[in-house]
């Protein structure tokens, strides 16, 4: 595996690539990675001919008192982990790389950017949004993996994409959890043991109204006050959002029927964690 951190050398490299035959697959990330990461990547090798990776810590989507300097970094591991899965160059650039000296230009989504995550943490989706545009134009995929977890961020993108007239598809993939039901994430390794078995709450809650739906109830205040009742059992739970929404705009709806979002949000401890599902 190739690792390239000069913007200027992994353009050079992608248009190469982008000459050959195949389809040239693409997996950003902050590192720190898990078998969640790690299942983006093989969705990719599956369906196209070469698999680039990224490995970013963003310190645009961070806000003030965020975690950007705690953040988990595990590089080397990181490394091994795509190596073995196939990728074929991985893009580690240094933030001036990325953002030089006198840089001004951010891209922000306005409306759905400002909703669930974008409300909770303002400026947050600019900085995704501005990174991961960057990084469309440095590797120029034809296709871009993402995880379902990131289910606002995914709508964010979206839109981004058709606005931007970027000429590429945006994957979508599972949501991977350990054996007990807790969407894996980055951030898991901040939680003590006694959180961890508290954000067990959210995935709880979820599951209550998901077994609602399928029971026959639609209304989404009642499914709401179905999912708070089972948030309200966890102690040391701070609840940021739960929110039945459109999947693609983020408003809210009356009545959860398909493409349907149905998103948490909470603080176990000082850590935030989030968790959804879609209505199939």
């Known amino acids: ?25 693409f997996v950003p990330t902050m590192g720190a990675l898990h078998k969640g990461h790690l299942s983006l990547v093989q969705r990719a090798g599956a369906e196209c001919q070469t698999v680039i990776a990224s490995i970013f810590v963003n310190p645009l989507q961070f806000g003030p008192g965020e975690d ?16 073995a899965e196939g990728v074929s160059v991985l893009f580690a650039p240094e933030a001036t790389g990325m953002y030089p000296t006198g840089a001004v230009t951010t891209i922000t989504v306005p409306g759905i950017g400002d909703r669930l995550d974008g409300a909770s943490r303002p400026g947050h989706f600019t900085g995704v949004a ?13 296709r871009a993996y993402f995880g379902q977890k990131d289910a606002a961020q995914l709508a964010v993108l979206r839109q981004m994409i058709q606005d931007l007239n970027f000429d590429l598809e945006l994957v979508s993939c599972a949501i991977v959890r350990d054996a007990d039901g807790l969407a894996l994430s980055s951030r898991n390794k901040y939680l003590s043991i006694p959180e961890r078995e508290q954000a067990l709450v959210l995935h709880r809650s979820l599951t209550k109204i998901e077994q609602s739906i399928a029971s026959g109830e639609r209304r989404s205040s009642t499914l709401l006050q179905i999912g708070r009742n089972t948030l309200e059992t966890a102690k040391g739970i701070r609840v940021d959002y739960l929110a039945i929404v459109d999947a693609r705009s983020l408003l809210p709806v009356a009545s959860a029927e398909r493409d349907v979002l149905i998103a948490v949000a909470a603080y176990v401890g000082r850590t935030r964690l989030i968790d959804n599902f879609l209505v199939a």
């Open 1 to 25: 595996m190739q690792i390239v951190k000069s913007v200027a050398e992994m353009q050079s490299i992608c248009r190469k690539l982008r000459m050959q035959d195949g389809l040239l697959g």
């Open 130 to 142: 501005t990174v991961v545009a960057k990084l469309f134009h440095v590797v120029a995929p034809h």
């Open 68 to 83: 950007f300097a705690k953040y988990p970094r595990t590089f080397e591991q990181d490394c091994r982990q795509l190596e």
